[in-house]
């Protein structure tokens, strides 16, 4: 075996009691293997990483064994290990944005492996960064070779630190989240990318993940991880199909399903009619335009009483931006008809109190919701805007009930964010768009920053809610599972276009090249 962990601890001590982050994992790696590690957040996932490559904080206490190619690294001092990492086992980290540094350019770190570990001169290490940045599909890559990370897309950031993970050519790659951040058809190609220069390097592969249909598709073995142990082992296919742990159970149970109820759809209740939403392009020292980048291009819909819209498609399609315009949170040409009412034509006092009955929920509940601001007074903030309520003791109690219509006490009123887990910080930004009763809630990606137990948590309320008040939702995700498990209809949009319209049908039979490109991306 290349990798051998055996009765791994991991401890770190602080002001309070003594934390266990690792309670004796074991596991191993063959090279030329792709094994992955599977479980939520919190369950050790990444401080197993971390103890492999020796990154782990100066107040942890390691036991155990963790060998690679015989040689323990638990006992290695941190010159022995810094020749080790980025020479013989790399990793690449789940957001690149925060791993790469941002005043050097990405060809200077792709290549700082190179001279660090192989002894390059830098016009050889300049010619092989390139080299590698054209294998991993970076496009005109002399020229990227002098760029920024900002200046990089999400899916070019994650391939040069896949292009430095590779720089020389290590025997093992730890892959902690490596495509959370990126849209189905950039998953695929990043995916497929470590699997050719895996064979081609006969590397060996430990992928960390909270998908497990992404370790399904990519892994010969499956560890599943819950409070720092893992509590089942085996090939992927047995474990998927023939789960034997309560907790394997539970995460698979959680992969969302369509139901296959009729649901009672009213009448039409939002109307949007030729949404445009073009923004000049300005170059040169006085910003004269020089064309126009259209985010969102005559796209119209209709949404029902009870029914859940879904609109999908990548970063940069125009989803978000056409929910903006719905609200008009952003400038726009067309027709927005909610309850009777143009809201592209409403004074702003009106604009206000119609917008009660047209709410939305964030992707993101931790930077959603003000730190400063109680749980009260966050779901309440609303009820003031809106003068609903007679008195504080009436909006109180409104919040509770807002509170109890998500699954959380009224009790937590009191509280602030950051006492809260991700899903209950989302239920919070529910309730807080629920407690005007509103008949209209846009879903910005409200999942996909949650692990999947939570994930399927959410979406049982949102289909209870939706059930008990009749509620119109758009969904927008990236997340092709569950919008097939949610939507009435859903809309394929590619740069600010719809591209395709239609009931589940779509998803069993699409039509358009692109939709038929992106949902083999994210079933195959």
């Given at each position: ?9 991991v ?7 003594p ?5 004796g994992?074991s ?6 293997e ?7 957040s ?7 990483a ?23 690294l ?5 010159e ?17 944005m925060t791993s790469?540094?941002?005043?050097y ?7 700082e492996?190179?001279?660090?570990h192989s002894?390059?001169d830098?016009?050889t ?18 020229r ?5 990370p ?11 630190m896949?292009?430095?993970?590779l ?19 950039v998953?695929?190609?990043i995916?497929?990318?470590i ?9 060996a ?6 998908d ?12 599943v ?9 085996g090939?992927t ?9 309560s907790?394997?159970?539970k ?5 969302p ?5 009729e ?5 039409t ?7 445009s ?7 040169g020292?006085?910003g004269?335009q ?6 969102v ?6 949404l ?13 399609s ?6 903006m ?18 809201l ?12 009660r009955?047209?709410q ?13 601001m109680?749980v009260?007074t ?14 504080r003791?009436?909006?109180?109690k409104?919040v509770?009930?807002?509170l ?7 009790d937590m009123?009191a ?7 991700g899903?209950?910080r989302?239920?919070?930004?529910v ?12 879903l ?18 949102l289909?209870?809610l939706?059930?008990d008040?009749g ?19 859903v ?5 600010g276009?719809?591209?395709e ?6 998803f ?8 038929r490109?992106?949902?083999a991306?994210?079933?195959?």
């Amino acid at each position: 075996m290349l990798l051998e962990i055996e009765d791994l601890k991991v401890v770190f001590s602080g002001d309070g009691a003594p934390v266990t982050a690792l309670k004796g994992v074991s596991l191993d790696i063959d090279r030329g293997e792709t094994v992955a590690l599977v479980g939520e957040s919190g369950s050790g996932k990444s401080v197993t990483a971390l103890s492999i490559m020796g990154l782990l904080a100066a107040n942890a206490r390691v036991s155990g064994s963790v060998r690679l190619d015989g040689e323990e690294l638990t006992a290695m001092n941190e010159e022995g290990l810094r020749r080790l990492r980025g020479d013989r086992m790399a990793m690449v980290f789940q957001e690149p944005m925060t791993s790469l540094n941002p005043v050097y350019t990405v060809g200077s770190q792709i290549s700082e492996p190179m001279l660090i570990h192989s002894g390059l001169d830098r016009a050889t290490a300049r010619d092989m960064a390139i080299e590698l940045m054209a294998r991993v599909g970076i496009a005109d890559p002399a020229r990227r070779f002098d760029s920024y990370p900002h200046q990089l897309s999400g899916g070019q950031r994650q391939r040069a630190m896949i292009a430095m993970a590779l720089a020389c050519r290590p025997d093992l790659l730890i892959a902690d989240e490596p495509t959370t951040a990126l849209d189905v058809t950039v998953e695929a190609q990043i995916m497929k990318l470590i699997r050719e220069l895996q064979e081609e390097f006969d590397m060996a592969v430990l992928l960390i993940t909270h998908d497990l249909g992404l370790a399904a598709k990519n892994a010969k073995r499956i560890n599943v991880m819950t409070g720092g142990a893992i509590v089942e082992h085996g090939p992927t296919e047995r474990v998927f199909s023939a789960p034997a742990h309560s907790y394997t159970k539970k995460l698979l149970a959680s992969i969302p399903e369509r139901r296959d109820q009729e649901k009672e759809i009213g009448e039409t209740v939002l109307e949007a009619r030729n949404i445009s939403c073009h923004f000049p392009i300005k170059k040169g020292l006085f910003g004269r335009q020089r064309g126009v980048f259209r985010a969102v291009d005559r796209v119209s819909l209709t949404l029902s009483r009870g029914e859940t819209l879904g609109i999908v498609g990548e970063s940069g399609s125009g989803k978000t931006t056409l929910a903006m315009a719905i609200l008009r949170l952003t400038r726009f040409r067309g027709q927005v008809v909610l309850r009777g009412e143009d809201l592209a034509t409403l004074p702003r006092r009106r604009l206000v109190r119609a917008r009660r009955h047209l709410q939305i929920v964030f992707q993101d509940p931790y930077s959603s919701l003000s730190p400063r601001m109680t749980v009260g007074t966050i779901v309440g903030e609303g009820l003031k805007v809106h003068r609903i309520g007679r008195n504080r003791r009436e909006r109180e109690k409104l919040v509770a009930r807002a509170l109890e219509r998500v699954g959380l006490s009224p009790d937590m009123a009191a509280r602030f964010p950051h006492e809260f887990s991700g899903g209950q910080r989302q239920r919070i930004a529910v309730a807080r768009a629920l407690v005007l009763e509103p008949e209209v809630l846009i879903l910005d990606e409200p999942t996909s920053a949650l692990d999947m137990t939570i994930q399927a948590q959410i979406i049982e309320l949102l289909r209870d809610l939706q059930d008990d008040m009749g509620l119109a939702y758009i969904f927008i995700s990236h997340d092709l599972r569950t919008v097939r498990a949610l939507a009435d209809r859903v809309m394929v949009m590619r740069h600010g276009m719809v591209v395709e319209h239609g009931g589940p049908e779509v998803f069993s039979a699409p039509k358009h090249t692109y939709t038929r490109e992106l949902f083999a991306a994210a079933f195959s």
